[in-house]
């Protein structure tokens, strides 16, 4: 069958050679299969979990180990590539994406390709300038920057993390971004279990929470009940306010 097309329907005639010492061969009548052949593919690696993706740019000097701005994404399912970052990149920033395991360097980053394809490895950088949002899909390996209009954007004071942990008033207050006001970052210390949501300027107003299960990534809605910490422990969150789009992560 080598060299046949793929999914292209072939006869063969197969017959059947017996020989022994004593007698010369003997062959079977012949038999036709109706076969199909085919090209086997490799299927793409899926990931059992979501990993977690930061961004190395400008905005962070171009420090490999720096975990300042991180990626976000719609849900927890590890066979959807897709992570998503909206924010201000400002007059223009150079940046590449490194996941968690390869921080330190600058070998195994995901890099810009022409034609909006994704390159794993140390080449082309990303250039993004203004609000916009960027999405990388890291199965297909494919990236997409889009315009956001951040017209009606609100600026916040203060942002932060609110549940049963700190009874549900006087939440700690989350570290703004000096590159990018909308983007918050906090450690915090959870004893056991609790429930999770954002809340801005202290004000019920300004109140976001994901579904129970949406850990360690989601996407708050306004007065969402909030995802749910299972494990006591410290957390490194991180909360955009243009999207509500959030990573509760526990720190190892």
């Not at 975990?67 to 719609?74: A, G, N, Q």
């Not at 395991?101 to 950088?125: P, Q, R, V």
């Not at 990018?180 to 801005?200: E, L, M, P, V, Y």
Request: hydrophobic content about 35%.
């Amino acid at each position: 069958m080598l060299g046949k097309e793929s999914n292209e329907v072939q006869n063969l005639s197969l017959r059947v050679k017996i020989k022994t010492a004593v007698a010369d061969s003997v062959y079977s009548e012949p038999v036709t299969l109706v076969v199909r052949p085919y090209i086997y593919v490799e299927p793409p690696v899926v990931p059992d979990a979501p990993k977690f993706i930061y961004i190395i740019g400008d905005m962070n000097q171009w420090n490999p180990n720096n975990r300042d701005f991180i990626m976000f994404r719609d849900n927890n399912d590890g066979a959807d590539g897709k992570y998503t970052y909206t924010g201000n990149f400002g007059t223009g920033v150079y940046l590449k994406f490194c996941a968690e395991e390869f921080l330190g360097g600058f070998a195994n980053m995901y890099c810009a390709a022409d034609g909006g394809k994704l390159e794993f490895g140390d080449t082309g950088a990303f250039y993004i300038a203004g609000y916009k949002t960027v999405t990388i899909d890291i199965i297909n390996m494919t990236w997409k920057i889009e315009p956001y209009d951040a017209g009606n954007a609100k600026n916040y004071d203060i942002v932060g993390p609110i549940g049963g942990f700190c009874n549900w008033d006087n939440e700690p207050a989350m570290t703004p971004s000096a590159f990018d006001k909308h983007q918050w970052r906090i450690n915090q210390a959870f004893t056991g279990s609790t429930a999770c949501k954002f809340r801005g300027d202290r004000n019920w107003t300004n109140n976001w929470g994901g579904g129970e299960l949406d850990i360690p990534f989601g996407k708050a809605v306004f007065d969402g009940p909030g995802a749910t910490v299972q494990e006591a422990g410290t957390y490194t969150i991180y909360f955009n306010d243009l999207t509500g789009h959030y990573v509760i992560k526990k720190d190892n």
